[in-house]
C-alpha cells in the first residue's frame, strides 16, 4: 500500500465480503501476499476510520490511527488463528480491538500532555453523512453519545453506525451476544433521552 491509499473518507462504505473470502485473505496475508493486505484494506479502511472518527471527532488523529492499525495487522497477521467458522466476525473483532487498543494509546499519551478528553476534541471537517441523513449536527450527536458510556458508545457506534452484527460485536467487546443485546438496549434508551432534552446537551 502506498501512502495516497492510507486515506479514508467518512462517506465511503463498509464493503460486503464472504467467509469464503475473508478466510482466504487471512490465509494468503498470512503467507504475506500483498494483494492481500490491499484487499483487506480495500474492505475494513473505511468502517475502521469512521469507528475512530466518532470516537476522537477528529479526522487527521482518524486517518493516522486507520494507517496505524494497518501497519499493526501486517505485523501480527502471523499471529492470528483460523478456527473451524465464524472467522469473518472474528477477524473483524480482533481487527477492530487492534484500532481500540491503538486509540487508548492515543488518549492515554494525551492524558499526558493536556487534559483534553475525547469529548472535548472538535473538528472542522466534512460532517458524517450518516449524521446528515438522520437530519443532527454533528456537534448534537455528539454531545449525544458524549452522555452514553465507554461501553454504550461502542454499541451503538458498531451497531448502528457500522452496521456489525451483534456476534461481531460480542467477540469485539468479549461479552456475550445477550450482554450486548442488554446494553444495545440501554444505550438506545440514554441516547432518545439525550437526543429529545435537547436543553440538557
Same mark, same amino acid.
Not at 78 to 91: E, H
Given at each position: 500500500?502506498? #501512502? /495516497?491509499?492510507?486515506?479514508?473518507? +467518512?462517506? %465511503?462504505?463498509?464493503?460486503?465480503?464472504?467467509? *469464503?473470502? =475473508?478466510?482466504?485473505?487471512?490465509?494468503?496475508?498470512?503467507?504475506?501476499?500483498?494483494?492481500?493486505?490491499?484487499?483487506?484494506?480495500?474492505?475494513?479502511?473505511?468502517?475502521?476510520?469512521?469507528?475512530?472518527?466518532?470516537?476522537?471527532? #477528529? /479526522?487527521?488523529?482518524?486517518?493516522? +490511527?486507520? %494507517?496505524?492499525?494497518?501497519?499493526?495487522?501486517? *505485523?501480527? =497477521?502471523?499471529?492470528?488463528?483460523?478456527?473451524?467458522?465464524?472467522?469473518?466476525?472474528?477477524?473483524?473483532?480482533?481487527?477492530?480491538?487492534?484500532?481500540?487498543?491503538?486509540?487508548?494509546?492515543?488518549?492515554?499519551?494525551?492524558?499526558?500532555?493536556?487534559?483534553?478528553?475525547?469529548?472535548?476534541?472538535?473538528?472542522?471537517?466534512?460532517?458524517?453523512?450518516?449524521?446528515?441523513?438522520?437530519?443532527?449536527?454533528?456537534?448534537?450527536?455528539?454531545?449525544?453519545?458524549?452522555?452514553?458510556?465507554?461501553?454504550?458508545?461502542?454499541?451503538?457506534?458498531?451497531?448502528?453506525?457500522?452496521?456489525?452484527?451483534?456476534?461481531?460485536?460480542?467477540?469485539?467487546?468479549?461479552?456475550?451476544?445477550?450482554?450486548?443485546?442488554?446494553?444495545?438496549?440501554?444505550?438506545?434508551?440514554?441516547?432518545?433521552?439525550?437526543?429529545?432534552?435537547?436543553?440538557?446537551?
Amino acid at each position: 500500500m502506498s #501512502d /495516497r491509499d492510507l486515506t479514508p473518507n +467518512l462517506n %465511503g462504505t463498509t464493503e460486503w465480503v464472504s467467509e *469464503e473470502e =475473508i478466510v482466504s485473505l487471512i490465509q494468503r496475508a498470512q503467507a504475506y501476499d500483498a494483494q492481500a493486505f490491499d484487499r483487506l484494506y480495500e474492505v475494513y479502511a473505511q468502517s475502521i476510520f469512521r469507528y475512530l472518527f466518532h470516537r476522537l471527532n #477528529d /479526522r487527521t488523529v482518524a486517518e493516522d +490511527l486507520t %494507517g496505524e492499525a494497518f501497519l499493526r495487522l501486517m *505485523e501480527n =497477521i502471523g499471529n492470528f488463528r483460523l478456527g473451524p467458522k465464524d472467522q469473518k466476525a472474528i477477524f473483524s473483532g480482533w481487527f477492530y480491538r487492534i484500532a481500540h487498543n491503538l486509540m487508548i494509546d492515543y488518549l492515554r499519551r494525551q492524558a499526558k500532555h493536556t487534559e483534553m478528553t475525547p469529548e472535548m476534541h472538535t473538528s472542522s471537517e466534512e460532517q458524517p453523512v450518516l449524521v446528515m441523513e438522520r437530519g443532527l449536527t454533528q456537534s448534537r450527536l455528539q454531545a449525544a453519545l458524549n452522555t452514553l458510556t465507554q461501553d454504550q458508545q461502542d454499541v451503538v457506534i458498531l451497531c448502528f453506525f457500522e452496521e456489525l452484527s451483534n456476534a461481531e460485536v460480542a467477540k469485539l467487546m468479549g461479552r456475550t451476544e445477550g450482554a450486548v443485546k442488554a446494553l444495545q438496549h440501554r444505550a438506545l434508551a440514554a441516547l432518545h433521552r439525550a437526543l429529545t432534552g435537547e436543553a440538557s446537551i
